[in-house]
């Protein structure tokens, strides 16, 4: 997938680049939040396939079934319906509507309806206090919140219970970054990376961006270049690179990179 930022300017100066910096690891972060969904969908499937018979069928396992496929075809609101339906029917069985109620309570956080998102999120813990996934998209609806302490305290958790989660540690990452503290940042980054979880790449870009930001020119240059290796196509990996080979006095890859970010914004604006 490429990741385009709406606003970059492919012309920025250093100092401007640095000011873009939050918002670009925001729209990483975003893109990352709305593959959640994909991963509840998949634990309710397998629980769902691999449940006890002699519990017959799951009450209106249809809503959820159409909620599935309502998301997949972008119509969150009606998505959001069918999950409330569902849950109507599962409300007193925390391992049918926990699922459910994170998938309704990632929707709405992707629509921006943080207070229902984080009611929602914070049944499911109720329900599923060992499920690092729960404390995951509450912290991250914090964080969206500006609420970044408390979305800390959610990812710690996350990772007590789940010590080898890579989404945890990349989005901690993402939260003390946030918050300028980049020694606490990068080695939550370097295990998120170590773990190679799904998104791997977004971890690496978010490191790059802040070695870049914190003048380890060389460190953003090694990141993004593996970022580039993996997808070919991310055009903010050669702009950062060129500004990074800029910063180190390489001129003849710094336009190499920066002249090829350039005709991939142009490309794909003509999308």
Not at 24 to 50: H, M, P, Q, Y
Not at 233 to 262: H, I, P, S, V, W
Request: proline share 4%; net charge negative; aromatic share 10%.
């Amino acid at each position: 997938m490429v990741l385009v930022h709406k606003h970059l300017n492919l012309l920025l100066g250093v100092q401007e680049a640095l000011l873009v910096m939050p918002d670009i690891l925001v729209t990483l972060k975003k893109t990352a939040a709305r593959c959640l969904l994909a991963a509840v969908i998949c634990v309710w499937t397998a629980s769902c396939a691999s449940g006890p018979a002699k519990d017959g069928p799951i009450p209106g396992a249809s809503y959820f079934d159409r909620a599935i496929f309502s998301e997949s075809k972008g119509r969150h609101l009606a998505a959001i319906e069918q999950y409330t339906r569902y849950l109507e029917m599962n409300q007193n069985s925390p391992e049918y509507a926990a699922p459910a109620l994170n998938n309704r309570g990632t929707l709405y956080w992707v629509l921006g309806r943080y207070d229902e998102a984080l009611q929602d999120f914070d049944k499911a813990v109720d329900m599923q206090p060992d499920s690092a996934l729960n404390y995951i998209n509450r912290g991250n609806v914090y964080a969206d919140m500006g609420d970044v302490e408390r979305a800390i305290e959610d990812y710690n958790q996350a990772i007590t219970l789940d010590p080898n989660n890579g989404l945890a540690y990349s989005n901690r990452g993402l939260a003390w970054s946030s918050l300028k503290r980049f020694d606490q940042a990068i080695p939550d980054l370097d295990k998120a990376i170590a773990f190679g979880h799904e998104g791997v790449y977004k971890s690496l870009m978010k490191r790059g961006v802040i070695r870049y930001g914190t003048k380890d020119y060389n460190g953003a240059v090694e990141d993004f270049s593996r970022v580039i290796k993996m997808h070919p196509g991310f055009t903010e990996a050669y702009y950062f690179r060129g500004l990074a080979y800029q910063q180190l006095n390489e001129a003849e890859k710094a336009q190499t990179d920066l002249q090829t970010a350039m005709d991939l914004q142009k490309a794909l604006e003509k999308q």
